[in-house]
């Protein structure tokens, strides 16, 4: 059996005086794809962001393959191999593409060197001299990947990575984030797009005002699509 990668229990979190999670608790084991469901507002933002270290104010217990990492800096916590994509995903507009790649400290022996992150994504490689912002919007996603390959990180949270992309290149996610499980990469998703996080996911925790209402494998998503695509509001 799959050792624990990250463990989350009883979360609760917000912003100033606002509660937005509540007794939230998750497990992600080694080599899963797990997506966080739930319509917006659900806390899978504030959740992703916990776990990074990116939140002053919250209660509750995150270990790290065994290790509490609990309110620790989002540095320390980077450094162990949790990395973590935000929505926007980050790219420097004063940086070029080899420049925003090679930005992040190394940590331990997960990190990619640029030869296989080149092999993976022969484009950043052609685009390496061009301001980072100046890529497409999936190739702008697929450098928000690579820096975390880059770093070392073993565990990737990736925050609505198919947002705003055109069908193509959310089938080139898809087929990523597949070759990456392959290779040992395990992968905690928030995504809005059901049917994309189907196509890739082992287990799934949806989300509803803060709390973990359902949880359940592909299998059952499978065989439930349209009870779950009613509990999203879809």
């Known amino acids: 059996m ?29 080599h899963e794809v797990v997506t966080l469901l739930g319509r917006n507002g659900a806390g899978k933002t504030t959740t992703l962001k916990a776990m990074a270290g990116l939140l002053d104010d919250y209660e ?8 509490p990492i609990t309110k620790l800096p989002a540095y320390r916590i980077g450094r162990k191999g949790l990395g973590y994509c935000p929505e926007e995903r980050g790219i420097f507009s004063s ?14 022996d997960a990190a990619w060197s640029l030869d296989a ?6 484009k950043l490689k052609d685009r390496g001299g061009s301001i980072g912002t100046k890529l497409s919007g999936g190739e702008q996603q697929m450098l928000a990947i690579a820096r975390l390959l880059y770093s070392g990180a073993r565990l990737l949270l990736l925050d ?7 069908p ?18 395990t992968v905690v998703l928030v995504e809005q797009n059901f049917n994309f996080a189907l196509k890739v996911s082992d287990r799934f925790y949806v989300l509803d005002q803060g709390e973990v209402v359902a949880s359940f494998d ?3 998503a499978l065989r439930n699509k349209e009870q779950i695509n009613s509990m999203l509001g879809v």
């Open 2 to 30: 799959n050792k624990a990668v990250l463990e989350v229990s009883r979360l609760n979190a917000g912003y100033s005086e606002i509660n937005v999670l509540k007794d939230v608790s998750l497990t992600v084991k080694e």
């Open 60 to 67: 509750g217990h995150i270990r790290f393959f065994g290790e």
């Open 95 to 108: 940086l070029t593409v080899r420049e925003n790649l090679t930005l992040p400290p190394r940590t331990g």
């Open 117 to 122: 992150i080149y092999q993976l994504f022969p």
């Open 160 to 166: 609505e990575p198919t947002e705003g992309l055109a």
């Open 168 to 185: 193509v290149i959310v089938k080139q996610i898809g087929r990523l984030l597949l070759e990456l499980k392959a290779k040992g990469l």
């Open 218 to 220: 592909r299998e059952y």
